[in-house]
């Protein structure tokens, strides 16, 4: 059975930046795609960027394109999500998923938390 656990989240202040990562163990990480959700304070979860099995193919939500970039490492079975220019509305438990494709996921991490200060 699939594992995620996500790291980097904290505390940082507007206008600076995150790198989180997710750790995936359990079955051929390179054979599925990967994605990143969040979820704010009473509020649904949220597509944020998801990128293919090889990496080729990428997405993005309009509220982070140009200041998110997502990346995968196969040969250590992870995928990160580089956070520039953060905004108090980026503040939110982010979750990474995966699954068979793109949009099907089927697994999830159990969050880190990422807070921006104006």
């Known amino acids: 059975q699939v594992q995620l656990v996500e790291s980097g989240g904290g505390l940082v202040q507007a206008g600076g930046s995150l790198r989180l990562s997710c750790a995936a163990s359990?079955?051929?990480?390179?054979?599925?795609?990967m994605g990143w959700f969040r979820q704010a304070p009473g509020k649904e979860r949220d597509f944020v960027a998801a990128i293919s099995w090889s990496g080729g193919s990428t997405y993005y939500a309009d509220s982070v394109k140009g200041r998110f970039t997502i990346a995968r490492d196969n040969a250590k079975n992870t995928v990160y999500l580089q956070m520039n220019s953060l905004k108090p509305e980026d503040t939110a438990v982010y979750y990474c998923?995966?699954?068979?494709?793109?949009?099907?996921?089927?697994?999830w991490g159990q969050g880190t938390q990422v807070t921006v200060s104006s």
């Open positions: 998923a995966t699954g068979p494709r793109l949009g099907r996921y089927d697994t």
């Open positions: 359990g079955r051929t990480f390179s054979s599925y795609a």
